[in-house]
């Protein structure tokens, strides 16, 4: 029973922790954004010029800090929680700062990111509802055994060869072409970073207890692997980035990197076998819910549609009388001032 209340106790700091980490960094967007945009409506760009500007500054700044406590909050949360719960609850951070540019950005959030906001919240409950418990990781000698197995070193393998064959021969050809390219790379290394987080919180956690973990080989390993795949994702996400619209980006690299993450963890940790059908597939249904989420939120961004030309759009449809007219909306001289506005503002916004 006291084991059972330990790892309960566990499980739910790991989720606070995991929840924390996506309103500090869904946060930091937002303060990061504003400091920039206030910086350049008064054309200050260094710190220095006047106190004013130095506030904007501070902002910017403010933001920075606020990600980076977010993302320790989130490194640590890997030594509490399966990583299969920890990984897919990072598609909030998108929702916070989606609902937070809508209030404090003025940038305006449709019909089909609310629904999107929705999905993620409800995939996201349903996924807390049903994680799995992987087994028990008490230590980095128990984690070490892990590593040893014959099952996770042939996918560390595989996933070392295809992203060396990714890199040096595909993606020189097709990295420009091809969006999935630099996402592969991207997703395969960082399901193996994942773990070297889960090893290192491990061993953190020895550490504050007492146990001479400075002393493991395995520690230090983590640590120089750890460095390796994170300096190779964060190169070949900019690559992806400053090439395609973030629009693609971000929903492809998010399924496929969580989608990775969840196949090395239950691999590495064993995780399905001790779950029932109903918690497995609860945990899939929540996993795909905030897939579509995530598609509603950046898909359909740019879009000019809300509950107030609904009217309109159904008003044009009936009088359409055919199925193959486009759709599109009909608005009021009004209304097409109005969103005229918003897009000077929003356009202003992107462009800078």
């Given at each position: 029973m006291d084991s059972d209340a330990a790892h309960r106790s566990d499980f739910y700091t790991g989720l606070a922790l995991a929840v924390s980490s996506t309103i500090f960094i869904g946060c930091s967007f937002i303060l990061k954004k504003k400091g920039l945009l206030r910086l350049a409506k008064t054309g200050s760009t260094?710190?220095?010029?006047?106190g004013y500007a130095y506030l904007k500054e501070w902002m910017w700044w403010a933001g920075l800090i606020s990600m980076g406590i977010g993302e320790a909050a989130n490194f640590a949360a890997y030594a509490f929680a399966p990583a299969t719960l920890v990984t897919p609850l990072g598609a909030l951070s998108v929702l916070v700062s989606a609902v937070l540019s809508s209030y404090f950005l003025g940038e305006r959030l449709n019909v089909h990111g609310k629904?999107?906001?929705?999905?993620?919240?409800?995939?996201?409950?349903?996924?807390?509802?049903?994680?799995?418990?992987?087994?028990?990781?008490?230590?980095?000698?128990?984690?070490?055994?892990?590593?040893?197995?014959?099952?996770?070193?042939?996918?560390?393998v595989c996933i070392v060869v295809s992203s060396l064959i990714l890199m040096f021969l595909v993606a020189p050809r097709y990295g420009q072409k091809n969006v999935l390219v630099y996402i592969l790379i991207c997703s395969v290394i960082g399901s193996l970073s994942v773990s070297c987080v889960k090893g290192?919180?491990?061993?953190?956690?020895?550490?504050?207890?007492?146990?001479?973990?400075?002393?493991?080989?395995?520690?230090?390993?983590?640590?120089?692997?750890?460095?390796?795949?994170?300096?190779?994702?964060?190169?070949?996400?900019?690559?992806?980035?400053?090439?395609?619209?973030?629009?693609?980006?971000?929903?492809?690299?998010?399924?496929?990197?969580?989608?990775?993450?969840?196949?090395?963890?239950?691999?590495?940790?064993?995780?399905?076998?001790?779950?029932?059908?109903?918690?497995?597939?609860?945990?899939?249904?929540?996993?795909?819910?905030?897939?579509?989420?995530?598609?509603?939120?950046?898909?359909f961004k740019d879009i000019n549609f809300?509950?107030?030309?609904?009217?309109?759009?159904?008003?044009?449809?009936?009088?359409?009388?055919?199925?193959?007219?486009?759709?599109?909306?009909?608005?009021?001289?009004?209304?097409?001032?109005?969103?005229?506005?918003?897009?000077?503002?929003?356009?202003?916004?992107k462009g800078f």
């Open positions: 260094r710190a220095g010029q006047g629904i999107g906001c929705l999905l993620c919240i409800f995939g996201s409950t349903v996924m807390v509802l049903h994680a799995p418990q992987e087994e028990e990781v008490a230590s980095l000698s128990a984690m070490a055994e892990k590593l040893k197995d014959p099952g996770f070193i042939a996918y560390a290192l919180g491990i061993g953190i956690k020895e550490l504050v207890a007492g146990t001479a973990v400075l002393k493991e080989p395995l520690f230090w390993a983590l640590i120089i692997f750890l460095v390796i795949c994170i300096s190779i994702q964060i190169s070949y996400l900019n690559k992806a980035l400053d090439i395609f619209n973030t629009s693609i980006v971000t929903p492809i690299y998010y399924v496929f990197f969580t989608t990775s993450v969840m196949a090395c963890s239950a691999i590495l940790f064993k995780e399905w076998l001790r779950m029932s059908i109903d918690g497995a597939t609860g945990t899939v249904s929540g996993f795909f819910t905030i897939i579509i989420g995530i598609f509603l939120l950046h898909a809300t509950l107030d030309s609904l009217p309109l759009y159904l008003h044009h449809g009936l009088q359409g009388g055919t199925c193959s007219q486009p759709y599109v909306a009909l608005p009021t001289e009004e209304r097409i001032i109005r969103d005229e506005s918003n897009l000077t503002k929003e356009r202003s916004m």
